[in-house]
Structures are given as structure tokens and as C-alpha cells.
């Protein structure tokens, strides 16, 4: 167990559909971020959030929105997603996210299996 | 642009044998860090050891070791006395100084299988 939660585990979707992710770390860290995993393609930064602003968003399409109300949860919210967008979407927090701060360890969650159809 | 190049898709031990998993970056920069993460079934990435590139020594943690050669670019992990639970997907990234955290390169992993 390292703390951060994703629910669900998984998610079968159809295009049209409307759905969140949700992430949750008690670890008392100020950043989290969300990462796809595609099958044979390495791990994608998406977003990055800091204190609950978001500082980074890797030109990701406007069908992925997130939203951070605290700087415990995390929320990725989809619509009218494209099956290549099936993915393992995972989140991750540490307890800094700038510039600085060494090599910090990530805290990821266990992901969810996204399949859209 | 920099890349991550994990070069052996999957790999096989034997449990209380010893392996090694090849790694290398390609980076114009010289101050950055690099780290090896392992998912295992679960799916949760988790850390194994990291390297700061202005150590020249070899970071250390328990049974896993990496060689650190900067010069060409290199940072394998060695894993002694493996055990069955060392069974996972095995993920090198890089993150350049001064970057944000989360802003890791990784590699498309290499799958560790463990035989009893």
C-alpha cells in the first residue's frame, strides 16, 4: 500500500459516454500528476498539478479534463473519448513538484484500465 | 530530445540467481537524475532505485545495484539473489535537473520473469 488510491480498477466506456477518474493520497504530498500507459508505447505525463494549480499539461486533448479541488484528490474527467484512448491510466503524487528538489520518489496508485468501445 | 532505451523486452532468471537489465539515455545535459521503477501484476509502479548523475558512486538498495557509466550513457540494474517477487515489469526513466518531478522519459520497459 504507498497511499494513493485510483477508483475504479476498471472502466469500459462507449465513445459517447461521460465518465471520471479518481484519485485519492493521504500522504500529505502537494503534487500529483496523471500518466497514461499504452500498450508497447512508454509512460505519458499528461498533467501535473501543484497545490491544486495545474502547472503542466503535455498537449493533451480537450477530452481529458482534469480538476484538482484540494491537494488531496484528483479527478480526470472523460468525454466523448476514442478507443485509442484505451489505456492504463495511472496517477502518481510526491511531495514537491518544482524545480529543485532533487529526485524525489513518485507514489503511484494501481491505475485504471480504461477500455473504450 | 531526450530518450530512454530499454533494450531487452523481456528477460528470464532463476530464483537466487543474479540479472542484470541494460538501460541507456541519450541526453545533451549533464545534470539529471535516473531511476529504475518496477510494476508488478498489481500495476502499481513502484520505486527501486535512483541515481543522481553528479554521484559517481553506484547507488545501493539491499539486493538491487545499478552501474552508473555517464560517460556512455549507461544505467543498468542489478538485481542479486532473486526472489519470485521480483517477477514484474521493470521501467528506467530520466528526469533532467531542474525539471518538474513528474517529468519523467521512460524506457518501454523489460518484463522480468522469476523461475523457481
Known amino acids: 500500500e504507498t497511499g494513493v488510491t485510483q477508483t475504479p480498477r476498471h472502466l469500459v466506456m462507449g465513445m459517447t459516454n461521460k465518465k471520471s477518474l479518481k484519485c485519492e493520497q493521504h500522504l500529505g504530498h502537494n503534487a500529483m500528476y496523471w500518466y497514461k500507459q499504452s500498450a508497447k508505447k512508454p509512460l505519458e505525463l499528461m498533467f501535473v498539478?501543484?497545490?491544486?494549480?495545474?502547472?503542466e499539461n503535455n498537449s493533451v486533448p480537450s477530452r481529458f479534463s482534469p480538476e484538482c479541488p484540494n491537494s488531496s484528490h484528483l479527478f480526470l474527467h472523460l468525454h466523448t473519448l476514442q478507443p485509442e484512448d484505451s489505456a492504463l491510466y495511472l496517477c502518481?503524487?510526491?511531495?514537491?513538484?518544482?524545480?529543485?528538489?532533487?529526485?524525489?520518489?513518485?507514489?503511484f496508485g494501481s491505475g485504471t484500465q480504461l477500455s473504450v468501445l | 530530445a531526450q530518450t530512454v532505451t530499454q533494450s531487452q523486452p523481456e528477460m528470464s532468471v532463476q530464483e537466487a540467481e543474479t540479472v542484470t537489465l541494460s538501460c541507456t539515455y541519450d541526453?545533451?545535459?549533464?545534470?539529471?537524475?535516473l531511476f529504475w521503477y518496477k510494476q508488478p501484476p498489481s500495476r502499481q509502479m513502484i520505486l527501486v532505485i535512483r541515481q543522481e548523475a553528479y554521484k559517481q558512486q553506484n547507488a545501493t538498495e539491499n539486493r538491487f545495484s545499478v552501474n552508473f557509466q555517464k560517460a556512455a550513457k549507461s544505467f543498468s540494474l542489478k538485481i542479486s539473489d532473486s526472489q519470485l517477487g521480483d517477477a514484474a515489469m521493470y521501467f528506467c526513466a530520466y528526469r533532467l535537473e531542474g525539471g518538474s518531478q513528474g517529468n519523467l522519459i521512460f524506457g518501454k520497459g523489460t518484463k522480468l520473469s522469476v523461475k523457481p
Open positions: 541526453t545533451s545535459e549533464s545534470d539529471y537524475y
Open positions: 502518481a503524487s510526491s511531495l514537491h513538484s518544482g524545480q529543485g528538489s532533487g529526485g524525489e520518489k513518485l507514489f
Open positions: 498539478y501543484n497545490f491544486k494549480e495545474q502547472t
